[in-house]
C-alpha cells in the first residue's frame, strides 16, 4: 500500500501511519536518520487533513517510531537498539559488541551516605558511604542513557582516579578484583524529567524506560545500584520465552 485507500474500512490516519512505517523501516536499513515530511507537505501528498496527519504522528511518536523537535520536525532515529535481558553485559561491552561508537560523558562522581533505598540494594548499613557517578552515554553521536550507578566506597576506594569513561565492569573486575556473575533488573515506562530530558535532547515527558539493576559478585555481595533512563524513541529491552515444561 503506498497511497491512502479510500475503500478501506481503516481510518486514514491508521493507513498514513503504516504508510510511514514503511518509509522508517526502509531508511533505518540504510542506517539513516529520516527526517519526515512537515504536516502540510504529507496532508498534500495524500489529500489529507492536517488534523488526520497529526493524528498519524502522535501515534507513531506514542509507539516510539518517531521523535519530534520543536520548530523542526519529525525524525525517525537511524536505528533503534537492543539489549538482551537475559546476558549481563555493561553498555560499554555491548556496544563494542556491536561495532558502534560509544562515548561516556561522566557528569559528577561524588562520595556520600547512602540513601536508605541505595542501601537496601547494596545491604548495607545505614550511613554506609557509597561512590555515585553520573555519567551520560552518547551512541553514533546521539544521547541514549543516564546513568546513575551507586558502588560500596569500601569495595572501590580511590574510585576516582580511574578513568570512569570507559568500562565500570572491566574497571571493577581489574582493579577491584570483583568478579561481577549476575544480576536483578527491574524495568518501569514513564515519562522524562526536566533534566533528563536536558541530557537526552528529547521533550520532556518523552517516553522513557527507567531501569534499576542489582549487580552481584560471584560470591553473592551486591557490588552495584545502578539507575538507568533511556530514550524509548532508540532502545528496546527484549527476552526470549519459553512455556515452562508440563
Not at 496532508?43 to 493524528?55: C, K, N, P, Q
Not at 523537535?69 to 556496544?95: I, N, Y
Not at 560471584?218 to 545502578?226: D, H
Request: include cysteine; charged fraction near 25%; charge should be negative.
Amino acid at each position: 500500500m503506498s497511497t491512502i485507500d479510500r475503500s478501506s474500512h481503516l481510518p486514514y490516519y491508521e493507513q498514513l501511519a503504516e504508510l510511514l512505517r514503511h518509509e522508517i523501516v526502509a531508511q533505518q536499513a540504510r542506517h539513516e536518520v529520516f527526517q519526515l515530511p512537515s504536516e502540510n507537505e504529507l496532508a498534500e501528498r495524500y489529500g489529507l487533513s492536517r488534523a488526520t496527519v497529526r493524528h498519524a504522528l502522535d501515534e507513531l511518536e506514542r509507539d516510539g517510531w518517531i521523535f519530534r523537535q520543536k520548530g523542526v520536525g519529525s525524525f525517525a532515529p537511524a536505528r533503534r537498539l537492543e539489549q538482551d535481558l537475559t546476558l549481563l553485559v555493561s553498555t560499554t561491552e555491548d556496544m563494542r559488541q556491536r561495532g558502534w561508537s560509544l562515548v561516556t560523558r561522566v557528569l559528577s562522581l561524588t562520595q556520600e551516605p547512602a540513601h536508605a533505598h541505595v542501601a537496601a540494594a547494596l545491604e548495607l548499613a545505614d550511613g554506609a558511604v557509597v561512590y555515585e557517578l553520573r555519567r551520560l552515554r552518547v551512541v553514533e553521536d546521539a544521547p541514549l542513557s543516564l546513568q546513575i550507578a551507586h558502588l560500596p566506597a569500601a569495595l572501590c576506594p580511590r574510585l576516582e582516579e580511574n578513568d570512569l569513561s570507559a568500562s565500570l565492569y572491566r574497571l571493577l573486575e581489574g582493579r577491584y578484583g570483583l568478579r561481577l556473575w549476575s544480576g536483578r533488573e527491574t524495568l518501569r515506562a514513564r515519562g522524562a524529567t526536566e533534566s533528563e530530558a536536558k541530557l537526552l535532547c528529547i521533550d520532556e515527558g518523552a517516553p522513557v524506560m527507567a531501569a534499576e539493576r542489582i549487580t552481584y559478585a560471584a560470591n553473592g555481595t551486591p557490588v552495584e545500584y545502578l539507575e538507568a533512563t533511556w530514550r524509548g524513541d532508540r532502545y528496546d529491552f527484549v527476552l526470549a520465552l519459553s512455556r515452562p515444561s508440563s
